[in-house]
């Protein structure tokens, strides 16, 4: 019965990862997931010793309310800093078996102690990427923190062999230096890298949890552990080739993207626009290619959007194409996920290396808050985050039309030459009330 019930499990949670490939089939992915989890919580509760249960299914209800309570408060743009709790407190689970395991034993294995290591490093690690993409902290000494871990690494090295010894005061010394290790070491990656390093965190943390499942002999845990760990590492390769970075420059040798461009420009070097021009341009092209960045998340344009996609799709005729950057926003697949709760038709959406061709044959191109994504220096600024970076050829496109809120750079630190071209109208200002307008006047307009 309980093999029968695993591979039952194993299944659901394989489907479940299948369908969330696809746009289309994500929800029922998501679906396939929570019904494997209930499953595996059900079948765990019914193995445990009675006196126990009443412990565990308090622990899950708790668990489950915070869950629920913190998706609730969270908005689509606070996305990423909730990916990257969700992935530190994977670590921290993990790692608190591993101090659980080592302290009930009279000498702790090598698994148990580097179960410790990974776990609090990728707990630590993960609260520095909410702090840096909440905003949080801002820093400035990069230098005196890649000092610091090189101390906290060889300091844990040494930690590891006290803790062979199993007395919990060695082991708790432990784990709180791989947690100072983890946060230190990530705190001054650059913020044009964290989508990568989100991914390197959430792969980590599934293959902490199959490390736990060999530990204690568990398989639903080593599988579904392997699966987020594998995920996550391919998610990591996708990212890192597409922002044409090596893994270890990014980890080891970050820059640092809060140098501010020393551009000289002002306002009065770039040519203004209103959501009345915008509409008029619009509703008089052939085809308009949107593409979205993270100033779409931050201002909670997508809904907008979508309705401005509909009006000139099915009132003016127009061909209306999405751009998606596999690193636009502060996470991969943000924008999709961002576009999808708006309803806006995963056909229309299409990735870089399917736009870029498109952007020459654009009569116009909406570019709300994409900066860096779209930015012509990443094929000439060689001391930048961004060098070499593939980026949508937004460049090509007839007229420009740049949403976004001011003339200040982007998260990788850089001025946008775009914003100063001839051909480009920028709209300054809240990018959903923007856009709102914009749609008033598509409205309003007859053509």
């Keep these: 019965m309980i093999s029968i019930t695993n591979i039952l499990i194993y299944s659901l949670f394989i489907l479940s990862i299948s369908k969330m490939s696809a746009t289309r089939t994500a929800y029922k992915g998501n679906i396939l997931a929570i019904i494997g989890m209930s499953v595996a919580l059900i079948f765990g509760l019914i193995s445990i ?14 668990g489950g309310i915070t869950g629920i309570i913190g998706s609730q408060k969270t908005s689509i743009s606070q ?16 790692g608190l078996i591993g101090i659980s395991e080592s302290i009930n034993l009279t000498q702790p294995n090598f698994l148990q102690i580097f179960i410790i290591f ?5 707990f630590s690690g993960s609260i520095a990427g909410f702090f840096k993409l909440s905003g949080l902290i801002k820093i400035s000494d990069t230098e005196t923190l890649h000092s610091t871990s090189i101390i906290l690494l ?17 082991i ?5 230096l791989s947690s100072l290790l983890g946060f230190c070491f990530i705190l001054p990656i650059g913020g044009a890298d964290m ?18 499942g060999f530990s204690i002999e568990n398989s639903l845990l080593i599988i579904i552990g392997t699966l987020i760990g594998t995920s996550g590492s391919i998610l990591t390769y996708i990212m890192t080739k597409a922002m044409n970075r090596h893994l270890l420059k990014v980890i080891f040798a970050p820059l640092n993207q809060h140098k501010e461009d020393t551009s000289q420009h002002t306002e009065q070097d770039i040519h203004k626009g209103t959501p009345q021009d915008a509409a008029f341009l619009m509703e008089n092209a052939h085809k308009v290619i949107i593409v979205p960045g993270f100033g779409m998340a931050a201002s909670g344009a997508q809904h907008e959007l979508g309705n401005m996609a509909n009006l000139l799709i099915q009132k003016y005729k127009v061909d ?18 961002l576009l999808a709760e708006a309803d806006i038709p995963p056909e229309i959406i299409y990735g870089i290396n399917e736009i870029n061709p498109e952007f020459k044959t654009a009569d116009i191109v909406y570019i709300i808050g994409a900066n ?13 985050t961004i060098y070499q970076m593939p980026i949508l050829e937004v460049e090509q496109a007839k007229r420009i039309l740049f949403v976004k809120r001011s003339l200040a750079p982007g998260y990788a630190g850089l001025d946008n030459p775009l914003f100063y071209e001839d051909k480009t109208l920028m709209l300054l200002g809240d990018g959903k009330e923007i856009t709102k307008e914009i749609v008033t006047n598509l409205e309003n307009d007859s053509k």
């Excluded at 010793?49 to 708790?62: C, N, R, S």
């Excluded at 996305?79 to 993990?94: D, E, H, K, R, T």
């Excluded at 779209?374 to 600024?381: D, F, H, Q």
């Design 118 to 122: 990974t776990g609090c490093l990728t």
């Design 372 to 384: 860096d994504t779209t930015n012509p220096l990443a094929k000439t600024k060689k001391d930048s």
């Design 154 to 170: 060889i300091l844990s090295i040494i930690g590891s062999f006290y803790a062979y010894n199993g007395e919990i005061e060695y």
């Design 195 to 212: 989508p990568i390093i989100i991914s390197i965190l959430n792969g980590l943390s599934g293959w902490c949890t199959t490390l736990v």
């Design 172 to 176: 708790i010394s432990f784990a709180l």
């Design 320 to 337: 209306v194409k999405f751009g998606i950057h596999p690193v636009a926003g502060r996470m991969p697949g943000h924008m999709n996920v």
């Design 79 to 94: 996305l990423p800093q909730m990916v990257a709790l969700l992935n530190g407190f994977g670590g921290l689970a993990s």
């Design 49 to 62: 010793k009675p006196e126990y249960q009443i412990y565990a299914i308090t622990t899950i209800l708790f």
